[in-house]
């Protein structure tokens, strides 16, 4: 088991985040987490990074609260966060020396795949920021991929080099978790499909089983939650 | 892996600019003293004083402003590479204070060199110890009691601001608060040790150039400093610091 959820409830305020969710997530799935705006997925994925503490509940990862487990979680946020002055180069050496599973010549690759420019974060476009940021996290050895919106305000081209890199990177001993509203193009990804509304899980599907129904997931998507 | 270099190397990126400006505008501060050119040497000696030690504030001002840039990155998110990584919490507190206070100390030797050269030119003359006391000594101490507590203070209070939404240790806020009223219980508690520590003569060269122009006496600065200050400027900064690393680990973003 790399991560689980038991009676999560995050609370902003008086607003739920999350309410009462329950979730395993096995070695070598790919997760699928989707829901409209406000369902509450990105909330799933910060308290798995760590970065959210649950109000009641329990995370844990590999065993233990995900903050004790930082170097075996590679998370890629929705906003964008790099450092203006930063070019790849600077970011390969800052991912280096702070995490310990960076791989720098799968960095190099990754780079190269997803056509990131040599240039600093300032100057580069959105869907160019996401790809160095995505290169920067794929490097990584971790055990758990969180990744939350990865195709959110990307061009179609960058989006495909996107989803084939994620492809690519698929290793049996980790889960990756991507929270997108892209349903119809990253459905080939899935393992795994869990549906939130309003902070609750309204259907934890595997994808075939879904396809054997004769249903696509954008399908069940519209059906779940439309 | 090495956090600390890293980090490091990360606050010289991103804070450069405010580091080689400070120290840049030395030359400014010293176009400003050597312009005072009117009255008696008495009045210069009492102006060029007065411009370095706005000098100082002024310095003091733009390094608190470089400290608590960490709010802005907060804010922007862009510190979040920074708090997923399994790097220690004071790690990242101790490299952001690093950086201006090494660049702060640099600024007041330089300041205290400035000061000595005016001093010449209005006809002081000092001895090696008494200038070493002067551009070396004196600037150093200010910079371990004044400088690095302070710094160590902004950025407990840069974190305390960003980690309002704090979890589950709530009782950090209450401690935070309690260590940053001005007089802290540290100091009180240190100095009162102080007669079995050494004292030092770190003012020795702004005594002896005030006795040069007759002026011993007219501003009250100590003939001793205290060890006892040092101990407690270091041990605060160590808490100081110890608390926003323990904020940043439990930050939520």
Redesign the interface.
Same mark, same amino acid.
Do not use: C, H, Q
């Given at each position: 088991m790399i991560a689980a959820m038991r009676n999560v409830t995050k609370l902003y305020g008086r607003n739920y985040g999350v309410r009462n969710l329950n979730l395993t997530l096995p070695a070598g799935e790919v997760v699928g987490l989707l829901g409209v705006n406000g369902s509450g997925k990105t909330t799933v994925l910060?308290l798995l990074?760590? +970065? +959210?503490?649950p109000t009641s509940g329990e995370v844990s990862v590999l065993g233990a609260p995900p903050?004790h487990n930082?170097?075996r979680?590679a998370?890629l946020?929705e906003?964008?966060? %790099? #450092?203006r002055?930063?070019n790849p180069r600077?970011a390969e050496? +800052?991912?280096?020396? %702070? #995490?310990?599973d960076f791989r720098p010549a799968r960095y190099r690759d990754l780079l190269d795949q997803l056509r990131v420019p040599g240039v600093k974060a300032g100057a580069m476009s959105k869907g160019e920021r996401m790809r160095l940021r995505l290169a920067?996290s794929l490097a990584r050895d971790a055990l758990l991929y969180l990744f939350d919106e990865p195709l959110g305000g990307i061009d179609l081209v960058s989006r495909e080099r996107i989803i084939r890199s994620l492809v690519a990177e698929w290793r049996t001993d980790a889960t990756v978790i991507v929270a997108t509203h892209a349903v119809a193009e990253s459905e080939g990804l899935f393992d795994r499909v869990v549906f939130l509304d309003r902070g609750e899980l309204v259907l934890d599907a595997r994808a075939e089983d879904l396809r054997a129904q004769g249903k696509s997931v954008r399908a069940t998507f519209l059906e779940v939650l439309g | 892996? @090495? &956090?600390f270099?890293? !980090?490091l190397?990360?606050e010289w990126?991103?804070a450069w600019g405010w580091a080689v400006g400070l120290i840049v505008s030395l030359g400014g501060w010293t176009t400003v003293v050597i312009s005072i050119q009117t009255g008696q040497p008495e009045d210069r000696f009492i102006l060029r004083t007065l411009v370095l030690f706005a000098a100082g504030i002024v310095g003091m001002i733009i390094l608190a402003f470089m400290a608590g840039r960490l709010h802005q990155e907060m804010k922007? &998110?862009? @510190?979040?590479? !920074?708090? !997923?990584?399994?790097?220690r919490g004071w790690v990242h507190i101790v490299t952001r204070l690093a950086l201006p206070v090494g660049v702060g100390w640099a600024y007041l030797i330089g300041l205290g060199i400035i000061e000595w050269w005016a001093f010449g030119r209005l006809g002081a003359h000092l001895g090696t110890a008494d200038v070493l006391q002067l551009a070396l000594a004196y600037p150093s101490f200010i910079a371990i009691v004044f400088v690095l507590p302070s710094l160590a203070w902004v950025l407990l209070l840069v974190m305390f601001v960003s980690a309002f939404r704090l979890?589950?240790l709530g009782w950090l806020a209450a401690v935070a608060m309690f260590v940053g009223t001005p007089t802290s219980l540290i100091y009180s508690g240190v100095n009162t040790l102080d007669h079995h520590l050494p004292t030092w003569h770190f003012t020795a060269g702004v005594t002896a150039a005030m006795r040069e122009f007759g002026m011993e006496g007219s501003i009250p600065v100590p003939r001793i400093v205290h060890s006892g200050d040092i101990v407690g400027a270091i041990l605060l900064t160590m808490l100081l610091v110890f608390l926003a690393g323990r904020l940043w680990?439990e930050v939520? &973003?």
């Open positions: 910060k990074a760590g +970065l +959210l503490v903050r930082r170097a979680i998370f946020g906003t964008d966060a %790099l #450092y002055w930063m600077d050496r +800052l991912m280096s020396g %702070l #995490y310990p920067m | 892996m @090495n &956090g270099k890293t !980090l190397w990360r990126r991103s922007r &998110g862009e @510190n979040r590479i !920074l708090i !997923l990584s399994p790097v979890s589950r680990e939520e &973003g």
